[in-house]
């Protein structure tokens, strides 16, 4: 995803929280390497990201400073007709007055190989491997755990695309993405809480998401082309960890696993070379392989982009997306009924201006409005979040390899489900050096 929103800016501070995806060629520079490293202190008011019922008790204090180092290499080769991007990025952060663990260490890696057969046959692949514990970093667009995940959670998404010019004016792109989810959270880890040991991360999200897709686009217009795509999509969760017990009945995140058919009529419009506009609507019909808690459903598909360079330096990315996607609600605590997933709207922008010569200012947010329980067998309540990331950096380059940076960061989730409703605020400054 081509977004702006690398978490450049943000990411050492947990402001990948502020970007809806980590681009998979973010860290990929136009030149055969690169190196850097940012070096950021800060203060973050709700590390944790306890729920307000919990911080509003007396003498309760979550706050800290502290500080983050982040090393980073890219490498990019072209030889040909092949292209190869390899990106790493390492954070370390630490957290002077956080309970034990005191620091978060996350790694980032991105690669792209794409060959060009000849003039009409091409194929990509794309890796996508993480190690973290902010929600952004983890999902790549959807949040599916809100809040900060203590531990080693990893998640890797792979994708290979063919694509295939038939006629001059028609082209066929089609593939396969895999998903993997580990969260480093299991039973054993919360026996001694009060779900004794239901309901862990690993029961709610590990998961394996694969996905088949394949579009036919047709150039209508020299700079319109108009699409008909299909996905295929199978979710199979992994976890052997007890989720929920209903009626005495024990069920393992395996009770969620699920498939689904998506249908899209999509459109291209290069507007100018400044203005680029796509846009995909359909329907997703989801299958649920345990009939006796959930049921099928129909639901819409939509997703949408808009890139506008309006000005030298200063660009505008924004984009739309609704989906059924996973989620770490297990069960309605008004009814009692499972929640398999979410139906979820995402809408997201970045705004990056620059001021002067040197001064550039990056604005991004992020907006997700989640609805569960429409597809529980006997009604379950219209459980409903609203998560909202925003955050804003102001950078000053000293010289193309030095730069001073400050910024501030805003999450915040307001839940119908008691104690889960949280804010959050960081400020950091910093400086980034490249070479």
């Given amino acids: 995803m081509k977004r702006l929103m690398t978490t450049a800016g943000l990411a050492a501070l947990g402001a990948a929280s502020v970007a809806p995806a980590f681009a998979q060629d973010a860290m990929i520079s136009q030149k055969p390497w690169s190196i850097g490293a940012s070096l950021r202190g800060f203060y973050d008011d709700n590390y944790f990201t306890y729920p307000k019922a919990l911080r509003d008790r007396p003498g309760f ?12 290499l890219a490498i990019n080769l072209k030889r040909e007709q092949t292209t190869f991007g390899l990106g790493y990025l390492y954070t370390f952060r630490y957290f002077a007055d956080r309970a034990r663990p005191r620091d978060d260490q996350s790694h980032q890696v991105n690669l792209k190989l794409s060959h060009a057969f000849n003039e009409r046959f091409s194929a990509d692949l794309k890796d996508s491997f993480v190690v973290a514990q902010e929600p952004a970093i983890i999902d790549p667009a959807f949040i599916t755990f809100p809040a900060h995940a203590n ?37 054993k880890d919360i026996l001694n809480s009060p779900l004794a040991g239901v309901g862990s991360r690993s029961a709610v999200l590990d998961r394996v998401e694969h996905t088949f897709f394949v579009d036919g686009n047709y150039q209508l217009a020299p700079k319109t082309t108009l699409s008909l795509g299909y996905k295929f999509l199978l979710n199979d969760y992994t976890s052997e960890d007890t989720l929920f017990t209903i009626g005495g009945v024990r069920y393992t995140g395996s009770v969620r696993d699920n498939r689904a058919h998506v249908v899209t009529l999509g459109v291209k419009q290069h507007l100018n070379p400044q203005l680029d506009v796509s846009a995909r609507v359909g329907a997703q019909f989801t299958q649920y392989d345990n009939q ?5 459903n129909i639901s819409p598909y939509a997703e949408g982009s808009v890139r506008w360079a309006y000005m030298q330096g200063s660009s505008l990315n924004a984009g739309v997306r609704h989906q059924r996607v996973a989620t770490d609600i297990r069960l309605d605590p008004g009814t009692g009924k499972a929640i398999a997933d979410q139906e979820a709207t995402l809408v997201w922008v970045s705004v990056n201006q620059a001021i002067t010569s040197k001064i550039t200012a990056i604005i991004m947010g992020q907006y997700q409005h989640s609805t569960y329980g429409d597809s529980t067998v006997g009604g379950a309540s219209d459980l409903t979040d609203e998560l909202f990331f925003a955050g804003a950096t102001l950078a000053y380059q000293f010289n193309p390899h030095i730069a001073a940076e400050a910024g501030y960061t805003f999450d915040r989730l307001d839940s119908d489900i008691s104690a889960r409703s949280f804010s959050r605020n960081r400020v950091y400054v910093g400086t980034r050096l490249n070479y």
């Fill in 292 to 296: 006796t808690l959930f049921d099928d």
């Fill in 61 to 72: 204090d979550d706050g800290t400073v502290g500080f983050d180092v982040s090393p980073s």
């Fill in 151 to 187: 531990g080693n959670n990893i998640r890797n998404t792979g994708t290979i695309q063919v694509n295939a010019t038939v006629v001059d004016n028609f082209s066929i792109d089609g593939g396969y993405s895999n998903s993997f989810y580990d969260y480093d959270e299991d039973a």
